[in-house]
């Protein structure tokens, strides 16, 4: 099945055009002409956002739970043009965009189980003590509800799980939040043909047309008109730190502050301990560089940095891991700026003292080969720009001299979404030691695993402390990320036939 994009936003039911347009930039295939965004079309879009949060934010949790399930009815209805568009779009291959497409609907559907639950409401209630003395009790009920309309900024490296139709959407709808997305440059195409399915169960379920819009291109006023309009009540955002911020400091700036989820980067580091590297260190490194080659090393958990003591072990998982990756062939990237904004971050970080070059590589417009480098601990504690993020299959070997200077080295990250200890049974006093260092660090900790699978799930948590997100007590995968678009109401001796009906 083929998909031509029309190229028009989706803008409270109707699909608009605007005279200006821009084009796509497609890893192989046609190139397609889009809609430039307005922010007048932001202003559009806000206040139908609005106008349908009064009949969507007081729906019963049925109503949002068939809604969802019909979004991913519909997505799936489309998938094998989904895949095919994004493929051409981004280079992704089709298998990891089927999966992606999988994790998709999976979220829409257990966010619908999720809400039928109903625990997420977190209902609490203190009865009336009418005798209590000096003072009388009033009877108190809590609960949460939905903070009005949603900004969602698309993703460049998740075309689905993280865009359209991905997690930060599916939450707030959840939640009974109208959502407006604005969509990534990256894959205007595959924005749009998701945007169709959720129109076409928005009809299915007779849903207020305001409850979701898509507004595609445009320069930074269009970004900066979506975060700033008074309607919106929080915005979700996936991308890089320098945007983020600069999203998260026009939010803070608004004459009403709202929140900015922002998820913005890590290098997730890897601490390799003795016993580990000593038994199996070549199969570590193997299992490392498959990590941080997967999908040209673009995904926010891949674990750009290893932290090693010195030895024979470490010799061995570092060798392992240049071999496996110079065997590596090269990968598209999803855009051509990323593609140079990775060989500039690989450039920039070899220039640095004290960093020796393993394998380097030559890169064509978009495809990327893996690069690797080591250095000594001592040299990269002084050196903050080892340890930002470079987006791409590029590796960083940190060489401890002895315990005391690897700890160091873990207190001296910054926030991060995964931290992950390599262990034996030997190394067990060195990890209790580390652990309550990373959980400071980051997120998610693990233990014997790599970090580039995310499990969509009760208990996950895909966040950290800056400048991993920029909220620290949230999470944009997982059940709990509806929280963030949520608030407690305390209802104090309001009588039952006017409370809200999940507190009755």
Known sequence: MTYTPHGRHLIAGEWVA?????????????????????????????????????SYGYSSRADRAAFLNAIADEVEAR??????????????????????????????????????????????????????????????????????????????????AFSTAGGDTAAALAAGCPVVVKGHGAHPGTAEIVAEAIH?????????????????GGDRAVGQALVQHPLIRAVGFTGSLAGGRALFDL??????????????????????????????????????????????????????????????GADAFTEAARVALS????????????????????????????VRDLLTSMCDRREAKPFLFRVAARDWLGNHTLSEEVFGP?????????????????????????????????????????????????????????????EVCDSMVHSGPYPASTNFGATSVGTLSIRRFLRPVCYQNIPEDIL????V
Request: aromatic share 6%; charged share 20%; proline share 8%.
């Open 79 to 160: 998938g094998e043009a989904i895949t095919r568009i994004g493929s051409q779009e981004t280079g992704l291959p089709e298998a990891r965009l089927q999966g992606e497409r999988g994790r998709t609907t999976g979220q829409l559907r257990l966010f619908a189980a999720h809400i039928l639950k109903g625990d997420y409401l977190d209902r609490r209630q203190d009865a009336a003590l009418p005798d209590r003395q000096p003072l009388p009790r009033p009877e108190l009920r809590m609960m949460q509800r939905p903070i009005g309309p949603v900004a969602v900024f698309g993703a460049s490296n998740f075309p689905l």
């Open 18 to 54: 605007t005279e200006t347009t821009f084009s796509s930039e497609p890893a192989h295939g046609p190139a397609h002409a889009f809609s430039v965004g307005t922010p007048d079309l932001v202003a559009r879009a806000c206040e139908a956002a609005e106008e349908a949060f009064w």
């Open 200 to 216: 076409a169960a928005i009809a299915r379920t007779g849903m207020p047309k305001g409850v979701f819009s898509l507004v595609q």
């Open 327 to 354: 065997e590596q062939g090269a990968q598209v990237m999803l855009t051509d700026g990323i593609a140079r904004a990775y060989v500039a971050g690989a450039e920039r970080l070899g220039a640095q003292a004290g």
């Open 251 to 312: 939010c803070a700036a608004r004459p009403e502050p709202i929140p900015f989820f922002g998820e913005l980067g890590s290098v997730n580091p890897m601490f390799m301990l003795p016993g580990a590297l000593a038994k199996r260190g070549a199969d570590l490194g193997k299992g490392w560089a498959a990590s941080l080659s997967m999908g040209a090393g673009q995904f926010c958990t891949n674990p750009g940095i290893a932290v090693v003591l010195k030895g024979p």
């Open 500 to 503: 809200p009906l999940d507190l």
């Open 394 to 454: 590029l590796g960083l070997v940190v060489v401890a001299e002895d315990e005391e200077q690897l700890l160091t080295v873990a207190r001296s990250f910054a926030g991060q979404l995964t931290a992950t200890l390599h262990m034996d049974a030997g190394d067990t006093m060195l990890a209790r030691r580390l652990m309550p260092v990373l959980e400071r660090k980051a997120g998610r900790v693990l233990a014997n695993g790599f970090p580039t699978g995310v």
